[in-house]
């Protein structure tokens, strides 16, 4: 299975500001995708990143809140841009081949005052 | 669309009792299922997986059998530790093209010494 790292591992953040998360893998993958969790709740895909392409986003996302890059096959970033407090949450990274099992990362946790 | 259910929490039980978080599924075809465990802090780790009909996956002593007939996916363990709190999270993903997961709310379990 893959190594997956996430920075930072957890950030406090003023309202207004951005953070851009990384996301890297100890292999090449075809997919990467970002999840957000929010507090006791499930995961919700925000959208899918593969190598060469702009990311697909989910219903109820969008690229200027939610800034992807893909630059290579073993590294994305997500940005949370000018950020509330209601985008406190876990994002987590994961990775996979097309019909393979899904690996995770650690997560960040974000916290927005 | 796709949904997964799952059995609401918490889930209380005293050490080496027997465990059973209810899983269902709806979805078109046959998909690959999924059981996902988050410890307290951390991010997801793959517990246990089937992907057909009959099929059980096992796991640290976890088992889920892939059951068509009644779209269920099971988690079970016979005695569990208290070092088997955490949230568990199953999950479907269809068996076609580049698709994603779909994740059940999550059900805590909390095992008492």
């Known amino acids: 299975s893959a190594v997956i790292s996430q920075k930072p591992s957890r950030d406090i953040c003023q309202r207004g500001t951005s953070l851009t998360i990384q996301c890297q893998v100890d292999s090449q993958v075809t997919m990467m995708f970002w999840y957000r969790q929010q507090p006791g709740q499930s995961l919700t895909l925000i959208a899918t990143?593969?190598?060469?392409?702009?990311?697909?986003?989910e219903s109820g996302f969008v690229i200027d809140k939610f800034p992807i890059s893909r630059p290579n096959l073993t590294f994305s970033t997500l940005t949370v841009s000018n950020m509330s407090p209601e985008d406190s949450s876990i994002y987590l990274c994961?990775?996979?081949?097309?019909?393979?099992?899904?690996?995770f990362g650690p997560g960040t946790r974000l916290l927005v005052l | 669309g796709d949904s997964v259910t799952q059995m609401e929490g918490p889930v209380t039980l005293s050490e080496e009792a027997f465990l059973t978080i209810n899983c269902t599924y709806t979805?078109?075809?046959?998909?690959?299922l999924f059981w996902y465990v988050q410890y307290p802090g951390e991010g997801l780790q793959l517990l246990l997986k089937?992907?057909?009909?009959?099929d059980k996956g096992s796991n640290k002593g976890f088992e889920a059998t892939y059951r068509k007939e009644t779209t269920s996916f099971h988690l079970e363990k016979g005695s569990v530790q208290v070092s088997d709190s955490a949230v568990y999270f199953c999950?479907?993903?269809?068996?076609?093209?580049?698709?994603?997961?779909?994740f059940g709310k999550g059900t805590m379990l909390l095992v008492s010494p």
């Open positions: 999950a479907l993903r269809p068996n076609s093209g580049y698709s994603t997961l779909t």
């Open positions: 089937a992907t057909k009909a009959d």
């Open positions: 990143a593969n190598q060469g392409s702009e990311a697909t986003y």
């Open positions: 979805a078109t075809g046959y998909p690959s």
């Open positions: 994961s990775v996979g081949e097309p019909q393979e099992t899904q690996y």
